[in-house]
């Protein structure tokens, strides 16, 4: 019984229903024009979304609309991405965002609530 009170006590800590915990990131993606979808590969190796305290990886989900939301844990973290972003004009590009993608230039997540910009660069 007591073994059971114990895993329970760490799997709450692990999860980030408490508020405490985790940061609810929402991420905008900054376009001249604007971005109707646009979807990450998560597998591949340059695509990360990685806490530099854990060392844990999160998968980006699509976004809709230019935007997307995440809940993390809080920490600092580094963002990569190559991805297809479909635009209003019903054209699809290659992109990039690789403004956050060491930890010199890692962005801190530390609030409950956060919002983080996101610059792509085309790729040709």
Do not use: H, W
Not at 12 to 23: A, G, K, P, Q, Y
Not at 30 to 39: G, K, Q
Not at 44 to 68: H, I, S
């Amino acid at each position: 019984m007591r073994k059971l009170i114990v895993i329970l006590s760490l799997l709450s800590l692990v999860s980030c229903s408490r508020e405490n915990l985790c940061c609810k990131v929402t991420l905008l993606l900054d376009s001249e024009e604007p971005i109707v979808a646009l979807t990450v590969d998560n597998s591949l190796p340059g695509n990360y979304f990685r806490n530099l305290n854990t060392g844990e990886t999160y998968d980006y989900p699509a976004f809709v609309n230019g935007r997307c939301e995440v809940e993390v844990l809080k920490g600092v973290y580094v963002l990569a991405f190559d991805g297809v972003a479909a635009f209003s004009d019903g054209s699809a590009r290659q992109v990039r965002m690789a403004e956050y993608a060491s930890s010199l230039k890692a962005v801190s997540l530390t609030a409950d609530q956060a919002e983080v910009k996101l610059k792509l660069l085309e790729l040709q």
